[in-house]
């Protein structure tokens, strides 16, 4: 079971397990702690493998592969591997946590009026091909090369952290002459097609230059600020028509000159041939075409497009240095009242997000609080209303007059409050003032029928008591006798 924020945390050999910060087909990868002696402690991220494949010797035997061929790879744009832990029928992988974004979030965080700037994206795109050059070229112990190739180069795979260092990770696919196991089999595709050069999808031999192919099309998405193929059906169109051509990034961002068209089309060559023979001569024809943000800037960048996200995953890594599960949850709660729904686990074609989890209990405590504070609010106005109004309407005459009417005749059926109903009210304040009207109103006798209303009478009556009568429309005629 994967863990999640505000979920007891699992333990995986000598690492606590937390909440999942990314999700792929196969893996997913957990914010853990390693806890040592003397209250030493290491936030790092763990890959595990989803549960249906962890039983698969094939595939446990690939993820094993993995972690040795990315131990032996050193550079500042490769997520480093610290170990592999087997722990029963558990295995994880233990990296380097980075604090940023991958490429794939931070892409989907653009908006037309926020297109990443030509100089980040150089910065980006030159890091990323600098640390495929260090795949294509580590050796062995023995000073052999390895003969890697990544062979999923894609903004998934890329993450670019606060610091503006663009880092390569996950190398789970990767081809390597000297594989423990061969899981590659003819004919099978694997990684994300709308990345995969012609002859990848083609089945043709592996070699660095699929990953100069992929690491041009990321770089044509950042520039063009949008997918270089929609599907992947789009992609082995491309493959497989000869003579189908691509657009440079220019035609959808004007401002981008000649020589950075150049660079980005040749990586995109269809003849392999043609496109550049190594990642980092692409890195260097990039530089030079569009001198990159330093890493400063991108980190700035980065800060400033996901500020909610790094706000979120700052909350959570440091809930975890402190070992306080109730402050992850809230914090995850916090990102989920912002965003709606937690889309920190995902990827675009991996497992769905998840809504953050509530705590019922803490909710249900709020609200008898909350309801104590109302009531006493309204005891508290009614009490002065009592003080400040109750007086002036006992002693009011339009109120005296409703009293008598309600006790010896009918009353007018007019719904109006009459001006001497409105004198006491106009000395209250503006809160009282809505009470006591109210109040008034409520005590005004409900009207009847008008066909029980008294007709009009024009001779002198033995009473008056009431001095009034009612003419056929209901309104109230005084007895002129009554008021000499």
Request: hydrophobic letters at 45%; charged letters at 20%.
């Amino acid at each position: 079971m994967d863990a999640r924020a505000g979920d007891e945390p699992q333990r995986l050999g000598r690492y606590l397990l937390f909440d999942n910060i990314g999700s792929g087909g196969m893996a997913t990868v957990h914010l853990g702690k390693l806890e040592g002696p003397s209250g030493f402690s290491r936030v790092v991220a763990i890959k595990r493998p989803h549960a249906e494949y962890a039983s698969k010797s094939e595939f446990v035997a690939m993820f094993l592969d993995e972690a040795r061929l990315a131990a032996r790879l050193r550079h500042p744009n490769v997520v480093p591997t610290l170990e592999i832990i087997v722990d029963g029928r558990s295995i994880g992988l233990v990296m380097e946590y980075v604090h940023g974004e991958t490429l794939s979030r931070l892409l989907r965080m653009v908006t037309p009026t926020t297109a990443i700037a030509l100089p980040i994206a150089s910065g980006i795109a030159i890091g990323m091909l600098q640390g495929l050059h260090a795949a294509h070229e580590a050796k062995d112990d023995r000073g052999q090369p390895l003969g890697i190739i990544h062979r999923d180069v894609s903004p998934q795979n890329v993450i670019v952290g606060v610091d503006g260092v663009p880092r390569v990770v996950d190398f789970g696919v990767a081809k390597a002459s000297s594989r423990l196991t061969q899981t590659t089999h003819d004919g099978t595709l694997k990684g994300k097609v709308a990345y995969m050069c012609p002859e990848h999808i083609l089945n043709g031999p592996a070699t660095r230059r699929f990953d100069v192919y992929a690491a041009a099309v990321v770089l044509w998405e950042m520039l063009a600020s949008k997918r270089l193929f929609s599907t992947d059906m789009d992609a082995i169109v491309f493959a497989t028509t000869p003579d189908a051509t691509l657009k440079p990034p220019s035609v959808y961002r004007p401002n981008i000159p000649r020589s950075v068209d150049d660079v980005v089309m040749r990586g995109l060559a269809r003849d392999p041939a043609q496109r550049y023979a190594t990642a980092r001569e692409m890195a260097i024809a990039l530089g030079q075409a569009l001198p990159p943000a330093s890493a400063t800037e991108i980190g700035e960048w980065v800060e400033a497009i996901a500020a909610e996200a790094m706000r979120i995953r700052v909350a959570r890594v440091a809930a975890i240095e402190r070992g306080d599960g109730d402050a992850m949850s809230d914090a995850h709660k916090i990102l989920s009242h912002v965003t709606g729904k937690v889309d920190l686990t995902t990827e675009a074609g991996s497992s769905t997000s998840r809504t953050a989890p509530v705590q019922p209990a803490r909710r249900r405590a709020a609200l008898p609080i909350a309801a104590v504070v109302i009531a006493l609010a309204v005891l508290v106005v009614l009490a002065l209303l009592v003080v400040i109004v109750g007086p002036r309407l006992r002693t009011a005459p339009a109120t005296r007059e409703v009293a008598a009417v309600s006790a010896s005749s009918p009353p007018a059926p007019s719904a109006a409050v009459t001006a001497s109903t409105l004198v006491p009210i106009e000395a209250a304040s503006a809160s009282a003032a809505v009470y006591a009207s109210a109040i008034v109103v409520k005590t005004r006798a409900p009207a009847v029928p008008r066909a029980t209303a008294h007709p009009v009478s024009s001779a002198p009556s033995a009473s008056c008591d009431p001095p009034y009568t009612y003419d056929a429309e209901g309104h109230k005629i005084y007895k002129v006798e009554c008021l000499r």
